[in-house]
């Protein structure tokens, strides 16, 4: 098993440009989730979904997009990236969303926007 | 508001003993999460309390105070490869993760 899969690894942006943050995991996990991290913080909460075909808002989801087709990809999309969206980028999933289900996290995708 | 508090750095010892502290304030509680991240990775899974008191595995253990709203990491017999960040996060009414800053423990020889 690969567990979650994320792409780019790294990736510089000019503002105003798009892309899309890929993610998949092979687990069968029903929770899927964007993180963003940013030095002296915490993990803050882009977006989630809970199962394919339902997605929400987490802390910071401005500027971001989501779409949950399948239950193995959870793309992110920065419509017009900014340079405050400069930043380390984890996507995390998990058997379910609630009780002691553990995160798995990606490798992490390092995003610099100019 | 809902707030992780937990020391920025750390440095011990190797083959010593380091306790590393984590307070929470969230809207309702269900667990307690650690995480350790080494540097340019990603976190992995290392406890989960819900319950009052400790709980061992291995070198590492945490320990969870509901009413005091306090959690700690207990790492023995410290290896240079401890060195990382260990975050601390709670789970609101939601669960929602709230995560901690991390706290860099530095091992020297």
């Known amino acids: 098993n690969a567990g979650v899969t994320q792409t780019p690894k790294f990736q510089v942006l000019k503002t105003g440009q798009s892309m899309t943050l890929q993610c998949a995991q092979d687990?069968?996990?029903?929770?899927m989730s964007w993180y963003r991290q940013d030095p002296g913080m915490g993990l803050r909460l882009i977006h989630y979904s809970v199962g394919a075909g339902i997605t929400d808002q987490g802390e910071v989801p401005n500027g971001y997009n989501v779409s949950r087709s399948t239950t193995e990809d959870f793309p992110l999309r920065l419509l017009s990236a900014a340079p405050s969206q400069t930043s380390v980028y984890f996507c995390?999933?998990?058997?379910?969303?609630?009780?002691?289900?553990?995160?798995?996290f990606g490798a992490g995708s390092r995003l610099t926007v100019l | 508001g809902q707030n992780i508090d937990q020391p920025t750095e750390m440095t011990a010892t190797e083959g010593a003993i380091v306790q590393i502290n984590c307070t929470y304030q969230t809207s309702g509680f269900n667990g307690l999460f650690w995480y350790q991240q080494h540097a340019g990775e990603a976190p992995t899974f290392l406890s989960y309390?819900?319950l009052d008191g400790l709980e061992e595995k291995g070198r590492f253990s945490s320990f969870l105070s509901r009413s005091k709203g306090y959690s700690y990491l207990l790492l023995k017999e410290l290896q240079m490869k401890d060195s990382a960040s260990y975050l601390c996060?709670?789970?609101?009414?939601?669960?929602?993760?709230?995560w901690g800053a991390g706290t860099k423990l530095i091992i020297k020889p």
């Open positions: 309390n819900v």
């Open positions: 996060a709670a789970t609101d009414s939601n669960y929602q993760l709230i």
């Open positions: 995390a999933s998990s058997q379910a969303s609630s009780g002691a289900n553990v995160l798995t």
């Open positions: 687990m069968n996990h029903e929770y």
